[in-house]
């Protein structure tokens, strides 16, 4: 058994996770701790504070009891917020507090995009264009040609939570670029992984999504591989372990 652990931010999207656990279909425990998200509101201040030490380590010591072994910060505007080097330090405080390898979700988009191949992706957010712009910029820190960011300006995470299908969908259509070899969704309070084989199929590409990729991450921390193609293309990739 592998036992993986999430801080992730309020409630919006939380049950992808159990979806995914049951899609891995191998011996994975996904264990999720809800953090304080404190204003729900795309903005600046406001992200930077819901990634803040003190939020992130009120639900570590809940993981490390658990018995995870790893730990992923399931946020991703909770981490690019504090830009390439801030976020490397948030994941090294959270390392040594948990005691564990430890990542976060703007990291795991990074990784995924390089596990697939993409060297230049799309981005289809529901941020304000400001904090699109940010992720954006992250990923180019990362190595990342962005080819293009479509912003919907959802506001809230509430908001970004309520959306369905449709929506996910046409956010993907909206950002998708024939330059792209990828298009990345970021927020974690999108539900996305019941629509990762839709998303595909209409785009013709791989797509990353965000809870998807945390959990990848989670995976990478572990050194352990699963193929789960309901995942999409990122949980397709050679060496395949599978219990």
């Not at 930077?48 to 993981?63: T, V």
């Not at 995924?112 to 180019?140: H, I, K, S, T």
């Not at 199929?201 to 998807?212: F, M, S």
Request: net charge negative; with cysteine; proline share 5%.
């Amino acid at each position: 058994m592998t036992a993986l652990g999430f801080l992730y931010p309020g409630h919006s999207a939380e049950d992808d996770y159990p979806r995914i656990e049951q899609l891995l279909g191998s011996d994975i425990r996904v264990d999720l701790v809800h953090t304080d998200i404190g204003e729900d509101a795309h903005r600046v201040d406001a992200l930077r504070q819901m990634g803040a030490p003190e939020r992130l380590a009120a639900g570590i010591e809940q993981l490390r009891l658990s018995g995870a072994e790893a730990i992923v910060w399931a946020c991703t505007s909770g981490g690019f917020v504090h830009g390439w080097e801030g976020a490397q330090e948030q994941v090294r405080t959270l390392a040594r507090t948990a005691g564990m390898p430890a990542s976060s979700t703007s990291f795991a988009f990074v990784h995924a995009a390089q596990e697939v191949g993409a060297a230049r992706v799309a981005v289809g957010a529901p941020y304000p264009q400001d904090v699109a712009g940010l992720f954006a910029e992250f990923l180019r820190a990362g190595g990342l040609e962005v080819t293009g960011v479509h912003s919907s300006a959802t506001v809230t995470a509430a908001g970004a939570g309520a959306w369905g299908e449709a929506e996910v969908l046409a956010l993907a259509r909206a950002a998708d670029d024939p330059g792209a070899d990828a298009v990345l969704l970021p927020d974690t309070a999108l539900h996305t992984v019941a629509h990762l084989p839709l998303l595909e199929k209409e785009l013709g590409k791989p797509v990353l999504t965000a809870n998807q990729v945390t959990v990848w991450e989670a995976l990478r921390l572990t050194d352990r591989r699963v193929n789960a193609p309901g995942l999409g293309t990122l949980f397709t990739r050679e060496p395949i372990v599978q219990v």
